[in-house]
Every structure is written in structure tokens, then in C-alpha cells.
């Protein structure tokens, strides 16, 4: 029987994940140092990083000069104006409503646990008009180390004093699916296919919400 059901933000609530890869492709090949292409799978390869090692790896990537701190500063600023003005609700999972009905009537509490800043994550559980069901919202900003570490997950589990085996988190990257399989969690992958993602991990895949409650009930029934 389900608990507690954790969500991540960008690429599950939000179908971002994509726009902000577009976005992180154009700003890596503006600042690399060599003409050859970078392969999708490389970019791939940073899907989901807390923001310190992204911008570690964009360095790696694009073999720049300049410091970590400096391409950090460079990547806020190109691309805040297109996320500050992004219609989110075009991109709202709307589904997710359907799971959050399920949640309730089932006594099954929800949190968030994003690599995302806490203002922007409230920014957009607000917006879409959801933020007064989750319980519990967990920022990787507020940690020494974010995901693909356990301790955001780890966190959430001990808010709520649950065991793992009485929760499931629902991943789209890499390395969130690792963070939550590192605190012990059973984890639902949103399923990507237009962005090389390695969710071979997860215990179980959900082509759309509607999939994923459909898991979830399973899972929830089971016993």
C-alpha cells in the first residue's frame, strides 16, 4: 500500500525538460572552442544534473576557457527571459490531475522533489493550480549535493517518516532515477524518447499519466 507518491518537476510535471535541452545545446555550441559537432549523446548525458555539476560539464563539453562560476553566470542569463516568459500551462501534464485524485481518495500523500529552486518550483505548482495538494516540497538548491545523490529523496522519506518500501518517486532523468533508487525508492520513469536518456534503471515505465496511475492503482491494490 502507497504512502507517499514523489514527483519530479521538470520532464514529469512540466514537459520542460526537452525546451531546456534545445536551450542548453545552442548555448554549448555558442561557447565551444572546436569546430567537430557534439554528439546527442553527450548532451544527453547532462539531462537532469543539479545545477554546479551541469555547469562543470558544460566546461567539459565545450572545453571553454572560462571558469565553472563564469559559464554558470553566462547560462542563468541566456536563458532566463525565454523561462520567465514560457507559457507553462502549454506545457502542463494535465493528466497529473488524474493522479492526484487517485492520491486523495486514497489517503496517499504527494511532494515534489526537484533539482529545481524552491521559488520556481512553487512558481509553477501555482500556476497550474496544484501547489495546495502536495504536502511536501524538497529543493536540491537547499542541499550540499542534489541529485544524482539520495539525499533529496532521503529527506522527503524522513519528513514524513515512511519507509522506502511505502513510497515510489516518478523520474524522467538519469540521474534522478539514481538519486531515488539510491534512498531505496521503487521509481516510475516518465518515458522520453526524444532525448537519449538511459531509464533502464527504473522499475517501471509510463508512456503518459495516465500509464503511470495506471501503475500506480496496481501498485497501491497489489496487497
Do not use: C
Not at 572546436?34 to 554546479?52: A, K, M, N, T, W
Amino acid at each position: 500500500m502507497l504512502k507517499l507518491i514523489i514527483f519530479d518537476m521538470d520532464g514529469v510535471i512540466i514537459d520542460s525538460e526537452y525546451m531546456g535541452f534545445g536551450l542548453l545545446q545552442r548555448f554549448v555550441n555558442e561557447l565551444k572552442t572546436f569546430d567537430e559537432p557534439i554528439s546527442l549523446q553527450q548532451f544527453s548525458s547532462v539531462v537532469g544534473r543539479s545545477y554546479q555539476d551541469l555547469f562543470l560539464a558544460i566546461k567539459q563539453l565545450s572545453q571553454s576557457p572560462l571558469s565553472v562560476e563564469e559559464i554558470g553566470e553566462r547560462l542563468l542569463n541566456y536563458d532566463k527571459d525565454y523561462w520567465e516568459n514560457l507559457d507553462y500551462l502549454a506545457i502542463f501534464r494535465q493528466d497529473i490531475r488524474h493522479i492526484i485524485h487517485f492520491a486523495k481518495a486514497n489517503n496517499i500523500k504527494l511532494a515534489v522533489a526537484s533539482s529545481a529552486d524552491r521559488k520556481h518550483i512553487e512558481r509553477i505548482l501555482t500556476l497550474t493550480q496544484i501547489r495546495e495538494h502536495f504536502d511536501f516540497i524538497m529543493s536540491g538548491k537547499e542541499l550540499v549535493k542534489s541529485k544524482p545523490d539520495p539525499t533529496i529523496y532521503q529527506k522527503v522519506l524522513a519528513h514524513f517518516n515512511l519507509n522506502s518500501d511505502q513510497v515510489i518517486a516518478i523520474e524522467d532523468s538519469e540521474h534522478g532515477i539514481a538519486s531515488a533508487k539510491g534512498a531505496g525508492l521503487k521509481v516510475i520513469a516518465y518515458e522520453e524518447t526524444r532525448i537519449l536518456i538511459d531509464q533502464s534503471k527504473a522499475d517501471f515505465k509510463g508512456k503518459d499519466m495516465n500509464a503511470i496511475l495506471t501503475i500506480l492503482q496496481s501498485l497501491h491494490f497489489a496487497n
